[in-house]
């Protein structure tokens, strides 16, 4: 009876211990089979996207963790900008909350104090806000050719993406938003297995943290960093022949933008600011590629896709400096050649009554700048039944918007120049810069409407002086498939960059939803015809202007690089089977800094130059390097509950302990007695 009293308290003692410690891990009952299982229960890995930290010459924006070390705080949900925190936590706030959140995080010090890391909230489809635009009133103000900076060319500006948070702040994927929301709701719902909490643990250490450089001057020393920088490219049609001795044409130049930008890194899509402006852009080429005999017209058609815009025009300032020095990254054309510039900027928001209105934003009172408000005002009237309209922009505006073509103002301020947008004097694009400047903040019908009077446009002015062919003005049709497919390929997460249409050229190195950050130049820039790390949407935009504007070359055998004839390109190399050598002036041009030079195996920084207006104000961004960037979710116990577990440990250890000893003593007992 003794031995079968011990034996039974020791079974009672393991089944107290195996109740106790089952809440340990929170789940859904499945059986844990190993180390990994474990983990996968305890923790939840979230789908974010990181604000990161980028630096200038002054110092330091957007985010990191203080320190070297992980953040672990209580996630706490804010529902009003005047919520409170009790204690340092993790603030999980809705999107519309966001630009006011910030803006009492930059004025109130004691409520920052109490911020260790904020979750933005994604509503998508769903979200019903009507403004959201972090970037400033008066978007890169300060490169700007006119002295009237007060006009608040974005009324929704907050300008909150250029402050320095030292907390990390990630924006959530819309199955990570619900999840969060739903932990959170259930904090403080009375459990029984003791859980109080749920705490977020940011990884998000910035190399320049570690490094204490804070600078761009400094981490470029330090190498902690690398410049901002990318590939633009231009194309013409039809091709320039080379060593032709032909007096060269005046340049007819059309320009639009290939990049954005956001708080978060990886969600700069910038659907209407630029990308409209780039699908339309290609979509008029594509019509003009049908047209025959363009090389009888009097000047030349040149089309350039800068990148780098959206940080200090980097594409369109690298452009003209390669002009004025003749790299071969500009050969066969130079700056005395261009005669007029037309950009393509946000064109996707023109449809708001019937039908379509875009607004022309002029340089200056030229007659050259004229001639082009005329043009596209005669392929407005060509266009008929399609009531595509055009506006002169209000005299009242200071000049142009924030463009490309303020580079080549502020390079040579008698420049003939416009921008065609879809706004007269404030952006029509409420979410500009932000996340959600998303395919849903565009309409196909606008871009097609943009492409057909572009089209049209450079036809009458490449034809000068000369009385405009009409039937071959009217012939002049865009491919309104064209324009939704680009749509899918550029802004959209499927198909994305792994469209047919994308396919068909290069091999996309990531399957993610397309972003259109600039990102960083990597290493020496010399190589800039055959780079090696140019990003999808350069090498894309690089191969269908090729194809586009070629006529066929007289070796028709595959190709995966170099083709051996002068003025040759290679047209799809990338994909399966090689591609194909066409006959096309195109090329890549670097995208960076003008104030950063390469040498000796690292970027530096270069005194301000005052022949070069622009380099002066150029904050020269660069981007911390980082180790990891990591986000996860667990929950942890309230104290009370741990003491009761240490509690029943120790009752546990008491009464095995006694266990022991009775078992013994009744053993040596028997023992005896036998």
């Known amino acids: ?41 305890m923790y939840i890995d979230i789908e974010s996207f990181p604000c990161v930290r980028l630096l200038n010459l002054s110092g330091e924006i957007g985010c990191s963790n203080p320190g070297s070390e992980k953040i672990i705080s209580p996630i706490v949900r804010l529902t009003k900008g005047s919520d409170q925190l009790v204690q340092p936590s993790t603030v999980l706030l809705p999107i519309d909350q966001m630009s006011n959140f910030f803006l009492r995080v930059s004025n109130d010090p004691e409520f920052l104090q109490k911020v260790s890391g904020v979750l933005i909230e994604s509503n998508g489809a769903n979200n019903n806000l009507q403004e959201l635009s972090p970037d400033g009133k008066f978007p890169q103000d300060a490169f700007a050719p006119y002295s009237n900076h007060s006009h608040d060319w974005n009324p929704a500006g907050s300008g909150i993406m250029w402050n320095r948070y030292d907390f990390p702040v990630f924006l959530l994927s819309e199955e990570s938003t619900r999840v969060l929301q739903k932990k959170v709701s259930e904090k403080n719902k009375k459990t029984d297995n003791g859980y109080k909490a749920n705490v977020a643990e940011f990884d998000l250490v910035m190399q320049t943290t570690k490094a204490q450089t804070h600078d761009s001057t400094s981490c470029l020393k330090e190498r902690s960093c690398l410049p901002l920088g990318g590939h633009s490219v231009w194309a013409s049609l039809p091709p320039i022949k080379n060593g032709s001795t032909e007096h060269p044409k ?45 090389s009888n017209l009097k000047k030349q058609l040149v089309f350039a896709v800068f990148n780098g815009e959206a940080w200090g025009y980097l594409g369109s300032r690298k452009f003209l400096q390669e002009l004025d020095k003749g790299a071969d990254s500009v050969n066969g054309i130079n700056s005395l050649m261009i005669d007029q510039v037309l950009e393509i900027g946000s064109v996707g928001k023109a449809v708001i009554e019937e039908y379509p209105s875009f607004y022309a934003h002029a340089a200056g009172n030229s007659s050259a700048s004229k001639k082009i408000l005329d043009a596209l005002q005669s392929a407005s009237e060509s266009l008929g039944s399609d009531n595509v309209k055009v506006k002169q922009a209000a ?35 409420r979410f500009y810069h932000s996340y959600l400047d998303n395919p849903a903040n565009v309409n196909s019908s606008s871009i097609a409407a943009a492409a057909a009077l572009v089209a049209r446009s450079l036809y009458i002015l490449a034809s000068a002086d000369s009385v405009v062919d009409l039937m071959t003005l009217n012939t002049i049709k865009v491919n309104v498939s064209l324009v939704e497919e680009l749509i899918g390929c550029l802004l959209t997460c499927k198909p994305g960059l792994s469209c047919g249409l994308v396919k068909s050229f290069i091999s996309p190195s990531s399957s993610s939803c397309p972003s259109h950050y600039v990102g960083v130049f990597l290493d020496d820039p010399s190589g800039t015809q055959f780079p090696s790390y140019a990003d999808d949407t350069s090498r894309f935009v690089w191969n269908f202007l090729a194809d586009r504007t070629s006529t066929l070359a007289g070796n028709k055998s595959s190709c995966t690089g170099k083709c051996g004839d002068e003025g040759e390109v290679c047209v799809g190399a990338e994909v399966e089977g090689g591609g194909r050598c066409v006959v096309s002036t195109t090329r890549y041009v670097p995208a960076y800094s003008t104030r950063v030079k390469f040498e000796d195996n690292a970027w530096h920084v270069l005194p301000a130059n005052s022949s070069d207006p622009m380099g002066v104000v150029d904050p020269v961004w660069t981007e911390s390097y980082w180790n990891t960037i990591g986000l996860r979710v667990y929950a942890v116990q309230d104290s009370t509950y741990d003491w009761l577990i240490l509690l029943a440990g120790l009752s546990i250890t008491a009464a095995s302990y006694c266990a022991v000893h009775v078992g013994r003593a009744y053993i040596s007992k028997v023992v005896k007695c036998d």
């Open 1 to 41: 009876m003794g031995g079968g009293s011990a034996l039974s308290l020791v079974a009672a003692a393991v089944c107290l211990s195996l109740a106790v410690l089952a809440p340990a891990v929170s789940g859904d009952g499945a059986t844990l089979e190993s180390v990994p299982d474990l983990v996968k229960a």
């Open 250 to 294: 005046p340049i007819i130049l059309a320009i639009t933008s290939q990049d954005s930008a956001s708080f978060f890194r990886d969600r700069s899509i910038g659907s209407d600011s630029p990308i409209s402006g780039l699908i339309a852009l290609l979509t008029a080429v594509d019509a003009l590629s049908h047209i025959h005999d363009l």
């Open 395 to 429: 005299s009242s505006n200071p000049g142009v918007p924030p463009s490309s073509l303020m580079s080549f103002i502020r390079k040579n301020m008698s420049t003939s120049g416009v921008v065609l947008e879809d706004f007269d004097s404030h952006f029509s694009n």
